[in-house]
């Protein structure tokens, strides 16, 4: 339930920022995907098998959603990082972290002088949502604060504390579903992946309608 609230908020804010710039409310209702994706990601961190292939993963996707990127939104083809960088950085900031290793400092560094989106403040929040998942109070109570930053001067990123609430309800069990037994469930191949193709496929798909109908 979190991936398609976050998909269709993510999905909403693009249709803002690169069909309807004027109409700002797409904008805001897009400040919840950020936060839900982060916490996703910690949960997939929990979950992999494989950090390695996930980050494998999670780099590749970067690579191949960076052209519908920059050409759906107006950037210059390495003028700005797509989302996936993020993630990818904000998977070896959490996994070092948690190892207490100084290797996280070098995510941090490079959000400081790589143009990836969210910059610095995505490597924070991810690093917010593993310490939510650890100390709910502290974890949700620090991310409140640090969109707080946003309101002066107004900027509407501080729309993201919205998401907190939902995040919460997943973290205490909420959206959990009960199965019989102890066997894992085997999720198609297609179902895996659909969330990450998603992403440079609707970029694609906005920069053709923006280039042939706007």
Do not use: C
Request: net charge positive; no cysteine.
């Amino acid at each position: 339930m979190l991936k398609w609230i976050a998909i269709v908020a993510m999905t909403v804010d693009h249709v803002g920022a690169i069909l309807y710039p004027e109409v700002m409310v797409l904008r805001y209702i897009g400040r919840l995907s950020f936060p839900l994706f982060a916490y996703l990601l910690v949960l997939g961190m929990e979950s992999t098998r494989n950090v390695r292939s996930y980050f494998v993963r999670l780099f590749l996707f970067a690579l191949i959603s960076q052209v519908p990127f920059f050409l759906a939104l107006g950037y210059e083809p390495f003028g700005f990082f797509n989302i996936f960088f993020t993630l990818s950085l904000g998977l070896v900031f959490i996994y070092f972290f948690k190892k207490t290793s100084p290797l996280a400092l070098v995510p941090v560094l490079a959000s400081f002088v790589l143009p990836f989106d969210y910059s610095v403040y995505g490597i924070a929040i991810i690093g917010l949502m593993q310490i939510l998942r650890e100390n709910t109070r502290f974890g949700a109570g620090a991310l409140v604060l640090l969109n707080m930053l946003f309101l002066v001067p107004w900027n509407y990123q501080f729309l993201s504390v919205f998401a907190i609430p939902l995040i919460l309800l997943h973290n205490s069990g909420y959206f959990r579903v009960q199965r019989e037994g102890d066997e894992k469930v085997a999720y198609p191949l297609w179902r895996k992946y659909f969330f990450y193709l998603y992403y440079p496929l609707h970029l694609a798909l906005l920069y053709i309608i923006k280039t042939y109908y706007f």
